[in-house]
């Protein structure tokens, strides 16, 4: 076997493991979807099958629209989302341009820092968010359940290392043409950066999107309830109801794959830069 079949022998058995893989990955979302079409008797049905008997099935998705408020809840999350994704962008930014664009006495120090509060785990926090959102007078706000998202260590690092990748050169030319700092971030910082921006926006959108403990412990009013606590309200004390729990997340899965459709450009710009965010 000669070198060049060697390497596509190589190739193809690495595409096959990250089929494979990815396979593995999605199969869970895919299941979820296909498991919101059917019927209590096909979930009840051995063996059990992975496709529904008819996608026009739709009394899942209409028994949650029934049960429960689920515009409420998905303007809840949505508030949520964006303002808590928007502020932590906003501070890891300026952070991050500060770690390198500035020196100030103890700057490694304090950016290690930092990055030693990735190592906590958030669940060591939550009785002491708790006592400080509930001290503040922000049970059943907006802003206690963004509150504790407003900070976050990954994004600034992602977002030091592409500012170090931009030429001092630049900086330096646009000083001269008398531009000062904020207007050299805002107008030519940012848009050679715009691919990780968008990359880090959609990894905390859905993150917070996605939340449910926090959400759940700082809300009492249903009327506060973001979608993924109001998922858990399709259950009953004498049934599970899958098929309607499934339809319910399949609805609260359409703002991800919207984010997705819209933005995969710059993520698979920032992905092949070397800025996917895990």
Same mark, same amino acid.
């Given at each position: 076997?000669?070198?060049?079949?060697?390497?596509?022998?190589?190739?193809?058995?690495?595409?096959?493991?990250?089929?494979?893989?990815?396979?593995?990955?999605?199969? /869970?979302?895919?299941?979820?979807?296909? #498991?919101?079409? =059917?019927?209590?008797?096909?979930?009840?049905?051995? /063996?059990?099958? +992975?496709?529904?008997?008819?996608?026009?099935?739709?009394?899942?998705?209409?028994?949650?629209?029934?049960?429960? /408020?689920?515009?409420?809840?998905?303007?809840?999350?949505?508030?949520?989302?964006?303002?808590?994704? #928007?502020?932590?962008?906003?501070?890891?930014? *300026?952070?991050?341009?500060?770690?390198?664009?500035?020196?100030?006495?103890?700057?490694?120090? *304090?950016? $290690?820092?930092?990055?030693?509060?990735?190592?906590?785990?958030?669940?060591?926090?939550?009785?002491?968010?708790?006592?400080?959102?509930?001290? +503040?007078?922000?049970?059943?706000?907006?802003?206690?359940?963004?509150?504790?998202?407003?900070?976050?260590?990954?994004?600034?690092?992602?977002?030091?290392?592409? $500012?170090?990748?931009?030429?001092?050169?630049?900086?330096?030319?646009?000083?001269?043409? &008398?531009?000062?700092?904020?207007? !050299?971030?805002?107008?030519? *910082?940012?848009? %050679?950066? =715009?691919?990780?921006?968008?990359?880090?926006?959609?990894? &905390?959108?859905?993150?917070?999107?996605?939340?449910?403990?926090?959400?759940?412990?700082?809300?009492?009013?249903?009327?506060?309830?973001? %979608?993924?606590? #109001?998922?858990?309200?399709?259950?009953?004390?004498?049934?599970?109801?899958?098929?309607?729990?499934?339809?319910?997340?399949? %609805?609260?899965?359409?703002?991800? !794959?919207?984010?997705? $459709?819209?933005?995969?450009?710059?993520?698979?710009?920032?992905?092949?830069? #070397?800025?996917?965010?895990?």
């Amino acid at each position: 076997m000669t070198r060049k079949q060697k390497k596509r022998l190589s190739d193809a058995l690495l595409s096959l493991l990250a089929l494979c893989l990815g396979l593995a990955i999605i199969f /869970p979302v895919l299941y979820g979807i296909l #498991g919101a079409f =059917k019927s209590e008797a096909e979930f009840a049905a051995y /063996p059990p099958t +992975l496709f529904p008997q008819s996608f026009g099935y739709t009394e899942n998705f209409e028994t949650v629209w029934r049960q429960v /408020p689920v515009l409420r809840f998905f303007f809840n999350s949505f508030v949520v989302a964006l303002l808590g994704t #928007g502020v932590r962008l906003v501070f890891a930014i *300026l952070a991050a341009y500060a770690f390198v664009f500035f020196e100030f006495k103890g700057k490694r120090f *304090l950016f $290690f820092l930092i990055l030693g509060t990735m190592m906590l785990p958030a669940d060591t926090l939550l009785i002491t968010n708790y006592q400080t959102v509930a001290q +503040l007078g922000l049970m059943d706000s907006y802003l206690g359940m963004a509150i504790t998202s407003f900070v976050g260590a990954s994004q600034m690092f992602m977002l030091r290392q592409n $500012f170090k990748s931009a030429p001092l050169a630049l900086k330096e030319a646009a000083h001269l043409d &008398g531009c000062g700092d904020l207007h !050299f971030m805002l107008s030519i *910082l940012l848009p %050679i950066s =715009k691919p990780v921006l968008v990359t880090l926006f959609v990894q &905390g959108f859905v993150t917070m999107w996605n939340a449910y403990l926090w959400p759940l412990l700082v809300t009492n009013q249903n009327d506060m309830r973001t %979608i993924q606590v #109001g998922i858990t309200m399709l259950t009953t004390l004498e049934d599970t109801n899958y098929h309607v729990v499934l339809a319910g997340v399949a %609805i609260s899965l359409i703002p991800a !794959f919207i984010l997705f $459709f819209f933005l995969r450009r710059n993520i698979t710009r920032a992905m092949a830069a #070397g800025a996917l965010v895990g």
